[in-house]
């Protein structure tokens, strides 16, 4: 696999974490979500790190990371996310995740608390899969077994608004090529451990720091209706509904999501802007 230039490495498990950082400030971790890589935050992250130090971090078995064994818990992501940070000496940080990457992130919030000031749940949720969803993911891994490429193909185009399919073509065919990247390794392991991730809300209840949902009013995997009643949980909340996104907004509508992240940031690092 041919490393890019910018990319550093962190230690974990004998073995890499892979990841890279932008700009100077306040520091802010990108975490992306199933298929994705540090590469799918290109379109926002310029702009956020005009104001903040952006750390892209590729989680296990994606992007230039290593895996670790067949199944990468959410408890794996987050303990490989501190790796991360710790080498980098960082003790005060805001996590946006974005679908798997909010898994993750709330995984992280609930092991080390005391150093998130921020959470954002980009296309995201804490509620475990349920049955159907389990047997879902067991489908997906035979699926997978047998032919990634048609997988990787029929997933991402799903992660779209359908009425966006057509003009957001660029897009759609950036994120398709990140996701061929993902070895059939990494794939399987982060499906199984979505597949037996508990519920977190509790984290939600008990955080007190804003916490930011971004939900698409044309998601197809995660209903827009409970996403905004989940949001009620947090004490502090924030929300973003995208009119024209579905799964993918920092693609489908970037100039938006670039504005409010600049302000949930600003605002998770002033004492004084804690709101219900």
């Known amino acids: 696999m041919k490393t890019k230039p910018n990319i550093r490495y962190a230690n974990f498990k004998q ?21 994705g890589s540090t590469d799918v935050w290109e379109s926002i ?30 408890e794996v992501m987050a303990q490989a996310i501190k790796a991360v940070m710790d080498n980098l000496h960082l003790k005060k940080y805001v996590l946006i995740g974005h679908s798997m990457g909010g898994y993750a992130s709330l995984a992280f919030a609930e092991l080390f608390p005391d150093f998130v000031r921020g959470l954002c749940l980009f296309h995201s949720t804490s509620y475990a899969d ?15 077994k047998n032919n990634t490429d048609i997988y990787v193909r029929a997933t991402i185009n799903n992660l779209f608004a ?30 199984e ?4 991730r508990p519920s977190r809300d ?20 995660l209903p827009m209706q409970s996403l905004l ?29 670039v504005k409010h992240l600049k302000r949930f940031i600003r605002n998770s690092f002033s004492p004084y802007k804690l709101r219900g």
């Open 15 to 35: 073995a890499k974490i892979a990841y890279t950082v932008s700009g100077k400030g306040r520091a802010v971790v990108l975490l992306h979500g199933f298929l």
């Open 45 to 74: 992250k310029t702009s956020l790190a005009k104001q903040f130090k952006i750390i892209c971090i590729d989680l296990p078995g994606h992007g230039q990371s290593d895996s670790f064994g067949y199944v990468h818990s959410m």
């Open 130 to 144: 349920n049955e159907q969803k389990k047997r879902d993911r067991d489908k997906a891994i035979r699926v997978v």
């Open 162 to 191: 359908t009425k966006n399919l057509k003009h957001l073509k660029k897009e759609i065919l950036f994120t398709q090529k990140i996701a061929r990247k993902t070895t059939k390794r990494g794939i399987i392991a982060a499906l």
């Open 193 to 196: 451990g979505m597949k037996t």
């Open 202 to 221: 509790v984290v939600l209840h008990f955080a007190n720091y804003p916490i930011l949902f971004i939900v698409g009013k044309y998601d197809n995997l």
């Open 229 to 257: 009643d989940q949001a009620e949980i947090a004490k502090y909340k924030d929300v973003l509904l995208l009119e024209k996104a579905g799964h993918m907004g920092f693609l489908e509508e970037p100039e938006v999501c």
